[in-house]
């Protein structure tokens, strides 16, 4: 979207209206391994936004947004736009020390933490899948999220290397590709089964919906090995993304499970809809989560 077209303009004046709404934020350093301000945890949940939600925006933005929005955490992933006024600077792990001082003064305004990055193709040459780990270490990101089965012996001594969650992330089934199997909760289950505990899983709730699997279920066969959640909620199968709680994702339940089984991750916000204008829809998915706790008693 152009930096000063109507529908940015929009979408920007209707966050100053619910700038009011925000919780409170503070500036913060960086600490030397993952961890988010102490009492920034909603229901025992670091909660936050993936970024692919503001996909037509810049990371720049997407960090605001998210903290705006009420988000404590944020999961980047490679080749957002950096900055409004650029459209060539791109945000990954190839990215120059200059964009690293911009996202880090960002985050620091809006007291986000970074906490994973995904969904990234992670190369079978070491030294091309290193670059992606230093990006993580420099980071102190929990997690990598990617679909790279293929190279798991790799992506397993990189993992314990590097002292990093890696997060297995699964698309909706593709039935005219069968080598296509992060699908499956089960295979995934079987993958990281006599792998090092980092090794696990990113479970993307309404990839599992249009799949026609049960994400609770899914939750179930994966147990002791979800380290992320792409959360999401939609009224059937085919059906776009609604708001937390108000379709058929289960969504009380998926958390309800996730805490039980001692989930340490984080859950993002993934909304993959009304791309322009769902900052709203955002922070009401984390909105539902903070009511949920409140009447759960969850601390």
Same mark, same amino acid.
């Given at each position: ?27 913060? #350093? ?20 993936? =970024? ?10 997407? %960090?605001?947004?998210?903290? #705006? ?13 950096? +900055?409004?006024?650029? &459209? ?23 007291? *986000? ?30 997690? %990598? ?6 190279? %798991? ?11 990093? +969650?890696? =997060? ?26 006599? #792998? ?5 899983? =990113? ?5 599992? /919906? ?5 994400? *609770? &279920?899914?939750?179930? /066969? ?11 909620? +939609? ?12 379709? %058929? ?35 009401? =998915? ?14």
């Amino acid at each position: 979207m152009p930096a000063d077209s109507p529908s940015r303009r929009r979408f920007l004046s209707g966050l100053t209206l619910a700038a009011a709404a925000a919780p409170a934020v503070s500036s913060r #350093r960086a600490e030397a391994a993952f961890s988010a301000p102490e009492g920034s945890t909603v229901g025992g949940f670091h909660l936050g936004v993936q =970024c692919w939600t503001f996909r037509n925006f810049s990371v720049l933005e997407a %960090i605001e947004f998210t903290g #705006r929005a009420g988000g404590s955490v944020i999961e980047f992933f490679p080749g957002q736009k950096l +900055r409004p006024d650029d &459209e060539d600077a791109r945000w990954n792990h190839e990215s120059p020390d200059e964009a690293h001082s911009l996202v880090k003064d960002k985050l620091e305004e809006w007291g *986000v933490t970074p906490m994973n990055y995904g969904v990234v193709g992670i190369p079978e040459k070491e030294d091309e899948a290193r670059a992606i780990f230093e990006f993580a270490k420099r980071w102190n990101l929990y997690g %990598i999220t990617t679909e790279s089965d293929r190279n %798991i012996d790799l992506v397993e001594k990189l993992a314990v290397e590097y002292d990093i +969650r890696i =997060c297995y992330h699964n698309h909706p089934r593709r039935p005219d590709n069968p080598d296509y199997k992060v699908w499956d909760p089960a295979y995934i289950a079987e993958l990281v089964k006599d #792998r090092d505990p980092r090794v696990g899983a =990113c479970g993307d709730t309404g990839h599992w /919906i249009r799949t026609g699997l049960d994400p *609770v &279920e899914s939750l179930q /066969i994966l147990e002791g090995r979800v380290h992320a959640l792409h959360l999401k909620d +939609r009224p059937d199968k085919e059906g776009a993304d609604v708001v937390w709680g108000s379709g %058929i994702g289960r969504v009380e339940e998926v958390l309800s499970t996730v805490r039980d089984q001692g989930f340490a991750g984080n859950i993002s916000v993934e909304y993959e809809t009304n791309w322009d204008h769902n900052f709203f829809d955002a922070a009401q =998915c984390l909105g539902f989560v903070r009511g949920v706790s409140v009447a759960r008693g969850w601390t």
